[in-house]
């Protein structure tokens, strides 16, 4: 499953749509004045970047992700920022000692993971105690499209939850993960992210794609897909149409 819609172009698109979201999940990084600090399923590395810039020098920000493409992208886009870098491997098996790391980050890693447990482990052994985890994560279950249509709004939020996305669910899941794991003082925050036309559901949400996908594996019928797609239509033509969707950023502490 989770055949990848995602490239370096839509990061940096959604990296410019959740600028907001990604400032707040920084913060709690803010008293951190010397060490490394790994930001997990870095991407293009916008983040490794802006935390880089935000911590100063004695900071060694380190981006870390399986994809060599999107590693290839990082390190070129960062070229002349000394206090990061990037290292190409699995949040699996993380190239850090026991209790070195002093801050770990990530953002929209969990839901594609195929054994988050593992990760969980992996990064409460290389993060110092009191030291800070954040995670930003997508609630797919509360896609929100606003038409009168809520029978097919519903299996859409299924087909990304329980069928699309590895683990879709991973968002709703991240209180109980992280105190399973050890991790202390979990603290949650949510943002609601919003589309108004549909070319920008298109753009971040990958709304055509979507339905196309789910109309051809037949999980919408023929009628359904052809409903939907008029009320979309409509909405957006008459200067209503509302897509939204909630994020949630978790803090915790080893
Ligand atoms: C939706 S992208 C988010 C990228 C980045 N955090 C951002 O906010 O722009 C998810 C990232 O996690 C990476 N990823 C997924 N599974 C991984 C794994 N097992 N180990 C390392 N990276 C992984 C992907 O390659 C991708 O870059």
């Known amino acids: 499953m989770d055949t ?3 490239g370096a172009g839509y990061l940096q698109d ?4 959740l600028k907001q979201l990604k400032m707040h999940s920084y913060s709690p990084f803010e008293t951190i004045i010397e060490g490394v600090v790994a930001d997990l399923g870095c991407g293009t590395g916008i983040d490794a970047v802006n935390l880089a810039n935000r911590l100063g020098s004695a900071v060694q920000v380190v981006g870390v992700d399986h994809d060599a493409t999107l590693i290839d992208h990082a ?3 960062s070229k002349g920022i000394s206090n990061v870098s990037f290292i190409r491997g699995e949040v699996y098996q993380l190239d850090f000692k026991d209790e070195s790391v002093s801050g770990v980050r990530m953002e929209r890693l969990v ?4 054994a988050p447990q593992d990760m969980f482990r992996e990064v409460y052994r290389v993060l110092r105690k ?3 985890l954040v995670i930003v994560e997508t ?7 606003y038409t009168q249509h809520v029978a097919i709004e519903a299996k859409i939020c299924h087909y990304l939850t329980a069928e699309k996305v590895n683990n879709g669910w991973a968002g709703n899941k991240l209180t109980t993960d992280l105190l399973a794991n050890g991790f202390q003082e979990v603290q949650l925050q949510t943002f609601n992210m919003v589309t108004r036309s549909r070319e920008e559901a298109s753009r971040y949400l ?5 339905l196309l996908e789910m109309f051809e594996k037949g ?3 023929q009628a359904e897909y052809d409903n939907f797609q008029l009320a979309l239509n409509q909405l957006d033509e008459s200067g209503c149409f509302l897509v939204s969707m909630n994020l949630v950023i978790a803090q915790a502490k080893k």
């Not at 959604?14 to 749509?17: A, I, L, S």
């Not at 609630?139 to 499209?145: K, M």
């Open 4 to 6: 990848k819609h995602y």
């Open 14 to 17: 959604t990296g410019d749509f």
């Open 75 to 77: 390190k070129s886009a």
């Open 111 to 114: 839901q594609h993971l195929t």
């Open 130 to 132: 009191g030291q800070p």
């Open 139 to 145: 609630i797919w279950n509360s896609l929100t499209f």
């Open 206 to 210: 990958f709304l055509d794609k979507i």
């Open 219 to 221: 999980k919408l019928s």
